[in-house]
């Protein structure tokens, strides 16, 4: 059975930084892409970033240059550096494939609130 575990989340003061950790099992990691999806109140689910399976990466323009995903096969999981974070960047973050038909079932997500 596949499932995904976003974890890190929490409250931060604008220009703070954390790393969110999502450990996928029951699948096979290392051949496939992985992404980090975030969804803010009120918002449609939007793709903030991804990596292939060879490590090449690609960023939301809203976010390139403050976040840095990256993936270690070996333990099945990927990480999302956020840094320079935002009120906006306020949401509930998710991983999963970029490839719609390669999406896995969302997992619980891990809340990341930028606040003062």
């Known amino acids: 059975q596949v499932q995904l575990v976003e974890s890190g989340g929490g409250l931060v003061q604008p220009g703070g930084s954390l790393r969110l950790s999502c450990a996928a099992s029951?699948?096979?990691?290392?051949?496939?892409?992985m992404g980090w999806y975030r969804q803010a109140p009120g918002k449609q689910r939007e793709l903030v970033a991804q990596?292939?399976?060879?490590?090449?990466?690609n960023y939301a323009g809203s976010v390139k240059g403050r976040f840095t995903i990256s993936r270690d096969n070996a333990k099945n999981t990927v990480f999302l550096q956020m840094n320079s974070l935002r009120p906006e960047d306020t949401a509930v973050y998710y991983c999963?494939?970029?490839?719609?038909?390669?999406?896995?079932?969302w997992g619980q997500g891990t809340q990341v609130t930028v606040s003062s």
């Open positions: 999963n494939s970029p490839v719609l038909s390669k999406r896995l079932p």
């Open positions: 029951g699948y096979i990691f290392s051949i496939n892409g």
């Open positions: 990596i292939t399976n060879r490590g090449s990466t």
